[in-house]
């Protein structure tokens, strides 16, 4: 009973977060998601990326483990789907992408702080740049058929990241007033995110939701899977193993309906990914979060 209580005390709140962005949608209010998306982006998450790891008393040569390990889990995740995809003969472009990339922004970060604490941030923001840095070059190589280096080395939370790795390792601080200020700044991305995420899932037409649960499922077992495995091999620690395995079984991002959109691929099918997922994790989440606590 106890364990029951925990879980529903870390999912309560993001998905209560979430359900506001969608009840607000659907009451027919204002919300410029690509506003939202951009502030949150470009200022507030790469503040919290930065003060988090600045701060954060975690042993750099975890991190690095945890490195190492989010790098292979993905890796692998990349050769198995472009395998599936390849076999069921299934538009690559369309497919293989949003069934590799998890949520790990919007829906893990806040899942590891409410279940880990600032520890689990700090660990949950090293996976979440790696799997940024695969989005942004492979991943959108996959859907628009164009490498985009450039993108990335002009991203915010790429610099956010590499920053506060650089004041980690050499034991840094930025003036108390300045750290408080992007303290504030940083604190607004979590729940912005949340909200985002029920607004942008509200805003979706969905076709061929069988297909896409169906989808989503292999893309569960197969994430969770993976991490668990590559966590067990890498003997991480307890936080850390249930951060990796909870970040790469997040379900599809928006982001990838947003990818889809824009690059011309079959958004009406990615829009159904999304929408099966992220209601598959609902029930799941808590039950991979009851195995790793």
Known sequence: MNLAV????????????????????????????????????????????????????????????????????YGAITIAFLALV??????????????IFGNTGNLGLPLALFAFGETGLSYAIIVFAIMALW??????????????LGKVLREPLVWGTVLGAVFLWQGWQTPTFLTNALDLVGQ?????????????????????????????????????????IVGRYFQLDPIAFGVLVL?????????????????????DKVAGLVVASTLMSVAALPVILAFVL
Not at 45 to 70: E, H, K, N, R, Y
Not at 86 to 99: C, E, Q, V, W
Not at 254 to 267: D, F, I, P, R
Request: charged fraction near 10%.
């Open 6 to 73: 925990t879980v529903l005390h870390i999912v309560a709140p993001v998905f209560l977060l979430a359900g506001i962005g969608f009840a607000w949608v659907k009451a027919g209010l204002e919300y410029r998601i690509q506003f939202v998306t951009q502030l949150a982006m470009t200022l507030s998450l790469p503040c919290l990326i930065f003060v988090s790891l600045m701060q954060t008393d975690i042993d750099p040569a975890a991190l690095g483990v945890l490195s190492v390990a989010s790098v292979v889990a």
């Open 86 to 99: 390849r076999f069921a003969r299934l538009n690559t472009r369309t497919y293989a992408a949003p069934l």
């Open 135 to 148: 989005s942004y070059t492979f991943g959108i190589w996959l859907v628009a058929g164009a490498g985009s």
């Open 188 to 228: 607004m991305a979590i729940p912005m995110m949340l909200i985002t995420l029920g607004v942008a899932v509200a805003r979706l037409s969905v076709k061929g939701l069988m297909h896409a649960a169906a989808l989503s499922a292999v893309k569960l077992v197969l994430c969770t899977g993976t991490a668990w």
């Open 247 to 267: 970040q790469v079984a997040t379900p599809v991002a928006v982001t990838s309906y947003l990818l889809a959109e824009k690059y011309g691929a079959h958004s």
